[in-house]
């Protein structure tokens, strides 16, 4: 199949072919607000004939029930589709969810789980020495900025925000959590330029968010502190916030890092993260802006000679202390897991400590400690099973991880993480109940690379993430089941809906080489809940020690003996007395603690028989055996569709896969010799090991 | 004692006070050359008369007898002292020889055992985004370029100049070996502003070379090729040569990297490195230019699965056979030892198998691996050491290492590595006799740093180096003391010698703190010449298995039984097979391998005795207890010296060893802990080991 033009960006999962089933269809759209208009340009480009009053194939009403609703319910009328949306947001969530489904959109109501549902970007306005433009961006430069400047030219942030309307996403902040000098300018200097991108996200219902410093008041208002105490600091941020609502007058907020990583903060005048969220929240509070404070505070400096310090302690410790502090307008962010982002944590006990508190989901769709773009691994399962965890239990006996079980608040099952993000937790406050909880964000994995995400398939992550928070119960097969009858529209039969447009050996091949993908990365990789083991920096490949003797809090303390990290209250640093029962007992006992967490719980001896039934050291030659030849075979797989994808397409993710497969031969080969080396226990299979 | 001048560059070994003594004497300088002038501007600047005729204090006579000759003779004549230089350039280094010597300057003759002595700078025009702009430099930024071009102002290149030339160095290569595409231009477009450079050194007798790229005309040329063969690549050498020899007259020639860690050479064409340095030799020919080619060749992209390559082979693999097909102005310069400037490696076989070739002995000044000069590491003991080597023996039976005997082709014991490096080698051919060997190159440790060396302590290592590089049969601690002679000259009385006018505090101290230096920093690093476990990159600080799964080749094999790499003929890589009797053999036995260089030839169980008595791994608790204790007891001793040395060495020294304290213990702690979890075996003395 040859590439339609090479040199424009990959229509990622709005292809024109996705929306063919429209082309001379009738379409009504009833609302006189800017994003009807957006509904309306939308059918014009599938081919549609907009007819204004009298009926429609598909009828589309902003009801303005529901003033900034975002629901819609989908019915019958006069033999069309009749969508009758809650508010002109609305009108573009029922027009995609047309899209989706193609012919086969069925009558019912559809409402966000989540009221934000927000990606960041980690994107420097300048290239930055070390970490580059898009911070942990695996897909070349930022869209929004060049040249050390906002873009003239925006089209690629229109056609992302088109993109993120049609997954459900409706905030995005659009710099880097880490606020350089030039980054921290967005407040001031270069409002007008937030103003235009903040104009290219409205047309989809999008709202921008800036990430600041919590030293602006300093390095850009020149005062001599940055105490959220201080009447001058109150001052100065409630002009420079009344500044930003003058020019962008539906602004969302911020997004603070803050006391993290060497990033200023309240600690600096004996002040807590409340006082200091409070602050900004109180100088937004007047214009309905939000504050998202990330809780990703711990020692960076540690001393690995410190066995006392444990970094997945850190964001309770500071946190939970301090549930009920937070304004209603703060939401606190939590990170999935208690470390960052690895491929395999357990659920943050953050998020069953505050009930008073709004708190966020935080996701990584940019794959950091994933494969970084150049990997194949499809996360969509990995944040489901997070989405679907179930902080108070009931344990699943048999998979012992909560997954799979139904979810949200009415389910059978008790309340899960997403109730949690949604405001619906166990004893939830009126603040919290009343804010609709702090919803799920993630950071972005797109730059401006042709295909939004380098790795074409990586696409799916971002598509998936944006569908997981508007509804947590879908399937994360499913998901990418849609993902495939958008991206592939047109490369199969013409039979009128998306879904069967569809050549069925690019579905077959796409589902052999994602759905299983998060697994597959996690067996060559670092093995049952351990985490890291990557080359420092940049933190891509394979490189055991690379972080043992390091100041950042990420140890295995392997030995000759045995591997792990006690995080028992009987031996170890009480970690485990952070959760709520069951689980507090559950990871406590070696007997029920989940195999693919033990080593992030307990320390062992090589020679441990998992729950499996083979030995930990066993395991790990197993795993990466079998998780490099499983890349193999994807990477045959691939081969299939050679000619039914765009060239361009398979050739990327050709040359992707290839990569995959040498540096999961990589982890194999160094993670079995270290620990053959380290245990002198043989691979009983016989493999050859270095 | 206050700081004279806080603004002004540190005097290094050159303070007026280390003049003094001239002051008021009368000094007649014989000559019409230009450096005859600038003894006369150093005579003016002590405070002396200079007389024109007649009986003088200190008579300095250019006798022309030898062109181009630099040694001189000290004679007596009329109650004052006559010394009668070679050539003008031999003023210069009687001079400088009368102000070391103080008062107490003896008759006698004094010539350079190398005629080549010559500094490397691995400095950048523009700053590299990894490297900064003086790779491996730690002393700031360079001396001869800012913003991205030759500095306008070169007074700080004016002091080097002379401060290099009272050490005995004779030639300078302005910029780094890794030629990017910038410095490329230095061997075209910038010339006028080389010529600016070489000027200033020319006044004191010093000579300028350029590091090029053998890709030159392809990158500034547009030619399709570097091939050696080819003659319009031939034509390109020889007309880019004639325009810099139109410009810098007394151009020294070229430096090359080729065909090593990525820089491009002459294996893309199917050509060797005797092709490629020739190619280059015969452009240079007809002005006098040598073209100095690094033996430096080894593959960094091998797999350290693949236990059958040797980097340690690699220089004598490549080099040995080509011995004889080197032109005249060749000069190949090898790295002292087979690997990379670690803190002890054996003496490169290379310096020993090429007798028709004229070989240059690499070393290096910059503390790349030797603490970076943030700790106190004087390597005049460990460059004596290599000098002195006999790579035909006899072999020092007491201490196994060769270090300590006496040198010089006409000495006892047989010839020596700075015998090979004069053309005295055995079997050295008449080109090589001819030529005088290679000489003696070093990469500098100096930048824009207000001490010019970062650490004010680390000057001792550029003096040493100038002056063994002139006799390599000084004493290191005696040319330590000549340092603190100079360098801390007027702290002491005023008995009218250079030498009585430090204060003995002082003297002792920096004794204390220098003269176990390199001993210290090899006690608390890698151990029993291992090598590496630096954090990878920037090469500081101990990462133990930081390089064990790289491509670099640098590894240790360490496992919970052993550690160190098996080199031997009889088991291993064969190395040991490129050495000369006695030493193929005194390395290949565990019964005569000196304790230093175990691991370096041999792996070896924990357990194994040293001939010192103790198992290894109780080695490696001791020495890096006793190195970091023996640190503490430097620090201490340096306090001793406050208000006896201007405040700001004070400071800026007790800053320095504070980190060495640090590191010290950070080394001792990961060290000792890295191998007790891999050994199990406690610390005899139950230290503390994490």
């Known amino acids: 199949m040859t590439t339609p033009d090479r040199s424009s960006v990959h229509p990622a999962w709005l292809p024109d072919a996705a929306t063919t089933f429209l082309c001379g269809r009738t379409v009504r759209v009833d609302g006189t607000g800017p994003l009807a208009q957006t509904v309306r340009a939308e059918a014009r480009r599938a081919g549609a004939t907009l007819v204004h009053d009298g009926a429609a194939d598909l009828t589309l009403r902003d009801t ?13 009328r006069d033999g069309g589709l009749d969508v009758a949306a809650d508010d002109d947001a609305g009108l573009v969530h029922a027009w995609f969810h047309v899209v989706r489904t193609g012919g086969a959109t069925e009558p019912g109501r559809h409402d966000p789980a989540h009221a934000l549902r927000m990606l960041d970007h980690w994107d420097n306005v300048d290239v930055h020495p070390v970490m580059g433009q898009v911070e942990r961006g695996y897909a070349g430069g930022s869209i929004f900025y060049a040249d050390g400047r906002v873009r003239e030219d925006l089209s690629r942030v229109e056609q992302y925000a088109r993109l993120l309307a049609a997954t459900g996403v409706n905030r995005v902040a659009i710099n880097n959590v880490n606020v350089h000098r030039r980054e921290a300018l967005l407040l001031t200097d270069d409002l007008p330029d937030v103003a235009r991108v903040a104009a290219a996200f409205r047309a989809w219902g999008i709202r921008v968010h800036l990430s600041v410093s919590f030293a602006a008041p300093m390095v850009l208002g020149g005062l001599a502190t940055s105490d959220p105490l201080d009447p001058g600091v109150q001052d100065w941020w409630a002009d420079a916030v009344a500044r930003v609502y003058a020019t962008v007058p539906d602004f969302g907020g911020f997004v603070v890092k803050a006391d993290s990583e060497g990033q200023p903060g309240p600690f600096a005048y004996g002040r807590d993260h409340a006082d200091g969220a409070n602050l900004l929240a109180r100088a937004l509070a007047p214009y309905g802006g939000t504050v998202h404070w990330r809780a990703f505070v711990y020692d960076h400096t540690q001393d690995w000679r410190d066995r006392s310090t444990d970094r997945a302690r850190a964001a309770h410790d500071h946190f939970a202390p301090l549930d009920g502090r937070f304004d209603d307008n703060v939401v606190v962010q939590v990170k999935h897991g208690p470390m960052d982002f690895q491929v395999r944590e357990p659920v943050s006990p953050v998020l069953a400590a505050m009930p008073r508190t709004r708190l966020a989901l935080e996701l990584q769709v940019t794959q950091e400690y994933t494969g970084q773009q150049r990997h194949a691994c499809y996360l969509g399962p990995w944040w489901s099973e997070v989405l679907r965890f179930r902080p108070w239990g009931p344990v699943d006996a048999a998979a012992c991880v909560g997954a799979g079980a139904d979810i949200g608040a009415g389910a059978d099952g008790g309340p899960t993480v997403s109730d949690v993000a949604a405001g619906l937790g166990p004893g939830a406050s009126p603040r919290v109940v009343a804010g609709r909880g702090g919803g799920v964000a993630a950071v972005s994995n797109v730059g401006d690379d042709p295909f939004w995400t380098g790795h074409p398939l990586a696409q799916a992550n971002l598509y998936a993430f944006g569908r997981l928070a508007w509804d947590p119960t879908l399937d994360a097969t499913g998901l990418l089941d ?50 890291f083991m990557v080359r420092p920096g940049h933190h891509y490949g394979p490189d055991v020690d690379g972080y043992e003797y390091t100041p950042w809090g990420t140890y295995h303390f392997a030995d000759r003996d045995g591997i792990g990290v006690d995080r028992t209250r009987a031996t170890g640093t009480g970690f485990t007395g952070q959760y709520p029962e069951p689980w507090r007992d559950v990871y406590e006992s070696l007997d029920t603690c989940p195999d693919e967490l033990l080593l992030f719980f307990h320390h062992v001896p090589y020679t441990h028989v998992l729950r499996s039934g083979t030995t930990v050291v066993q395991h790990v030659y197993d795993t990466h055996f079998a998780g490099a030849d499983e890349v193999d075979a994807v990477a045959a797989a691939w081969a299939g569709v050679e000619s039914r994808v765009p060239d361009d397409v398979f050739d990327r993710v050709a040359e992707r896969l290839a990569e995959q497969q040498r540096s999961a031969r990589e982890w194999r080969d160094q993670l079995c010799t270290y620990f053959l080396r380290k245990s002198g226990i043989p691979d009983a299979r016989g493999r050859t090991i270095y």
């Open 64 to 76: 303005a029930a529901v003033p900034g609703g975002e629901g819609f319910a989908v019915g019958q």
């Open 482 to 531: 849609e993902w495939v009858s958008l991206t592939f529209a047109g490369t199969g039969d013409e039979d009128g809906t998306a879904a069967g447009r569809v050549d069925p050996v690019v579905r077959e091949v796409v589902h052999r080489v994602l759905d299983g993908s998060w697994a597959t990365y996690e067996s060559y990789t670092a093995p049952l809940g351990v985490g």
